[in-house]
Nanobody
């Protein structure tokens, strides 16, 4: 079992940047790692994912602004968020997925974009 702990959230002004980190308790090398977000009253959505061989995928609305990366040596995945908008406000969750019986979530970190 893998435990995930997110950090790096906070309050930022529109146009600002944040870097989220997700630290795992064990090796993440075999996992597809993803960042999801959930805004109040909305469904959780996939923001970005990165496979074990570093192929990436992004939600259309964050393309060109967000970058996901992974450091398997540190068992950590990152989400660099630039040019933040108020609509990016949400709780951001880290996910590790290998198969249905090997899928894990972090507790989430709040990102608020507001002036």
């Amino acid at each position: 079992q893998v435990q995930l702990v997110e950090s790096g959230g906070g309050l930022v002004q529109p146009g600002g940047s944040l870097r989220l980190s997700c630290a795992a308790s064990g090796s993440i090398s075999i996992y597809v790692m993803g960042w999801y977000r959930q805004a109040p009253g909305k469904q959780r959505e996939l923001v970005a994912s990165i496979t074990s061989d570093t192929r990436t995928n992004y939600l259309d609305s964050v393309k060109g602004r967000f970058t996901i990366s992974r450091d398997n040596a540190k068992n950590t995945v990152y989400l660099q968020m630039n040019s933040l908008k108020p609509e990016d406000t949400a709780v951001y969750y880290c996910n590790a997925y290998y198969r249905s019986t090997m899928a894990y979530w972090g507790q989430g970190t709040q990102v608020t974009v507001s002036s």
